[in-house]
């Protein structure tokens, strides 16, 4: 099992900046990799960001130039850098990890199985 931490939320003027940070903990050894996603009211889940294990990352099209995801494996916590932010980016973040994947011919499929409890990110105008 793993256990996830999110810290780092909280309210920021437009144009603003906030870290966010996942401390994980448990079954270090059996992540894959981790991302990030986000909720807003009204509107569906999606990931903003992740990392793999061996240090490549994916950052969404809506925040790319803006976001970034890093990690210090010494502190097992992965962070998400949030440059830039717009009243569009508030939202319940959460970190995510990935304990198995799915292999297909051309992708390899995270399975984002451990879950944290979420920090809120609030951009005011």
């Known amino acids: 099992q793993v256990q996830l931490v999110e810290s780092g939320g909280g309210l920021v003027q437009t144009g603003g900046s906030l870290r966010l940070s996942c401390a994980a903990s448990g079954s270090i050894s059996s992540i894959l990799a981790m991302a990030w996603y986000r909720q807003a009211p009204g509107k569906q889940r999606e990931m903003v960001a992740s990392i793999t294990s061996d240090g490549s990352t994916n950052i969404v099209d809506s925040v790319k130039g803006r976001f970034t995801i890093s990690r210090d494996n010494a502190k097992n916590t992965v962070y998400l850098h949030m440059n830039s932010l717009k009243p569009e980016d508030t939202a319940g973040y959460y970190c995510?990890?990935?304990?198995?994947?799915?292999?297909?011919?051309?992708?390899?499929?995270?399975?984002?199985?451990?879950w944290g409890q979420g920090t809120q990110v609030t951009v005011s105008s």
């Open positions: 995510a990890a990935a304990t198995w994947e799915v292999i297909t011919p051309d992708n390899i499929e995270y399975q984002y199985d451990c």
